[in-house]
């Protein structure tokens, strides 16, 4: 059970440890819990705005829809970002899983600075576990006026090792708030799986995540905003002010040293900006264009999944998308880059088969994944989602991603990782959102999406979908027997310069992958994936 694996790996540190953590005491540096935060509220009156006031006859068009476009590709995710930013009068509301200094951060941080110093109030929320930030950087931007940050469920002590503190307190601290939310002047906010990294815009000379985000505005980013604002007031997120770090030198109204290094007039975020700003930002105060108007609903995890004395964990996501998949009747269509079903999602998944829908499920090889042990809790149930019925794909490393012509974000060709999480039911009904399909999201982080009833909006992103089921693009993997035993085995089916092959092992993956999915699939630790 969770409660079991948690009390060893528990146990295990402790032993293991404690001598470390008696020496790492001795210059602890904690910060305040209960450090006091002013309560507030997203901005609610988007019609005040230029924003609000471009989108107001095309809503009064369609009363009750909101209207969505689809950002398929690195560049323009980045771009409508900025862009947003440059267009907001009132407030910029973010909220995020991971936020890095690299050439990403340095760019949204200026965004937001150019913002604040034009008086729009920013407030931001970012979980403390991946973020690659230091406090006296964020202490910096914390001390603009019109900028406050606050960290979701933060490490008590900033001053040593983190994964320590983990291991000690896995109840609380492996609870991590995974949502991505962009949201501007009440009227529009962006929705998905990008967070603030190289990593999820082209900006990573190595490898790059194929991702897909969704550009919301009108009635449901009410909804987005109070779920915000449920976060923003709770006691498990704290003002980065409690951590008593001292700001880096110089003025609060300029892009702090740490950030300030990564930016490039060449290349990089800040040059596709300059090279496409007008253009995104014309885009946008158009919503008869390319924005289809569309029922939909905002899905959030409460900031606290399980309160102190609950029998089990809030499960608002998983709900809606079980009452959506109950309601499919000829096809479902899933990319995720985490997929560890479980025997129970094999159940479900087999039982949709049954009734005569349509499955089809991608997720990432052995060779994309930026987790093994994911894999290694992915892989034990890959034969009994084929055996069932499901058509499985694995994601390739030298799949090609969208991008526009000529963007300035990335230098040569780098491999691919998926870490889409998005979700078509019968051509109709789309979820887009940050929740993979693990236990992790369906117990222990938070998430957010939109579940969304266009067959337009659907079919755009099906399009994008259908090329990456390709042969060239992933792999479709068979259960076939084997000639000599006649045991049933995994084969990897695609193609590789223009010819059809066949593989009888995991492509493409290194000998320490595969040692290290043989590793953690001996540890009892599924419920944590």
């Not at 995710?77 to 947003?84: K, Q, S, Y």
């Not at 755009?460 to 027997?481: H, I, V, Y």
Request: proline fraction near 6%.
């Amino acid at each position: 059970t969770y409660s079991m694996h948690m009390a060893i790996l528990k146990t295990t540190a402790r032993f293991w440890i404690a001598a470390a953590i008696l020496a790492a005491f001795a210059s602890c540096a904690p910060i305040r819990l209960d450090y006091p935060a002013e309560p507030s509220h997203a901005y609610d009156r988007p019609h005040e705005t230029a924003l609000g006031r471009a989108h107001a006859v095309e809503q009064a068009k369609h009363p009750g829809l909101s209207a969505y476009r689809l950002i398929n590709n690195g560049s323009s995710a980045i771009v409508t970002r900025g862009a947003l930013a440059d267009l907001a009068e009132r407030s910029i509301d973010l909220q995020y899983f991971i936020f890095d200094a690299d050439d990403i951060g340095a760019f949204i941080a200026d965004r937001l600075l150019a913002a604040a110093n034009r008086g729009v109030r920013v407030r931001m929320i970012i979980d403390d576990y991946q973020s690659r930030v230091m406090d006296a950087t964020l202490a910096r931007l914390d001390a603009h006026r019109n900028i406050e940050i606050r960290v979701y469920n933060p490490y008590p002590d900033r001053a040593w090792w983190r994964s320590m503190q983990l291991l000690l307190n896995l109840d609380r601290l492996g609870r991590r708030m995974h949502n991505k939310v962009y949201a501007v002047d009440g009227q529009a906010a962006i929705l998905g799986g990008r967070n603030l990294s190289n990593h999820y815009f082209e900006a990573e000379g190595e490898t790059n995540f194929r991702d897909v985000d969704v550009l919301a505005s009108g009635p449901i980013v009410k909804d987005v905003l109070r779920q915000f604002d449920s976060y923003w007031n709770s006691p498990v997120v704290v003002p980065v002010a409690a951590y008593n770090a001292v700001p880096t030198p110089g003025p609060a109204a300029e892009l702090p040293p740490e950030l300030r290094k990564f930016v490039d007039a060449e290349r990089g975020p800040f040059a596709e900006y300059a090279r496409r700003a007008e253009e995104v930002r014309a885009r946008i105060m158009r919503p008869s264009g390319e924005f289809i108007w569309a029922k939909g609903i905002a899905v959030s995890e409460p900031p606290i999944r399980q309160e102190a004395g609950a029998p089990k964990a809030s499960a608002e996501v998983a709900r809606t998308l079980a009452i959506q998949r109950q309601a499919t009747k000829s096809e479902f269509v899933m990319q995720t880059a985490y997929l560890v079903p479980t025997d129970r999602g094999v159940e479900v998944l087999t039982e949709l088969v049954r009734r005569g829908v349509r499955v089809r499920a991608m997720t990432n090889s052995l060779a994309t994944t930026d987790v093994p042990a994911v894999h290694a809790g992915y892989a034990r149930y890959r034969e009994a989602l084929i055996a069932g019925g499901v058509e499985l794909h694995e994601y390739r490393p030298d799949a090609s991603r969208p991008a526009p012509k000529g963007h300035l974000l990335r230098l040569g060709r780098s491999e691919s990782t998926l870490h889409a999480k998005v979700i078509v039911h019968d051509r109709s009904v789309v979820w887009i959102g940050s929740a993979n399909s693990d236990p992790r999201s369906r117990r222990l982080n938070t998430e957010t999406g939109l579940l969304i009833e266009s067959r337009e909006l659907a079919e755009r992103l099906l399009a994008t979908m259908e090329r990456d089921f390709g042969p060239e693009q992933s792999w479709k993997l068979t259960l076939e027997p084997d000639p000599a035993s006649g045991v049933k085995r995994l084969v990897w089916n695609g193609t590789q310069d223009g010819r059809a092959v066949r593989l009888e092992r995991e492509p493409d993956a290194g000998l320490l992958k595969r040692l290290g999915v043989i590793l953690f699939s001996l540890l009892p630790i599924e419920e944590l994936l």
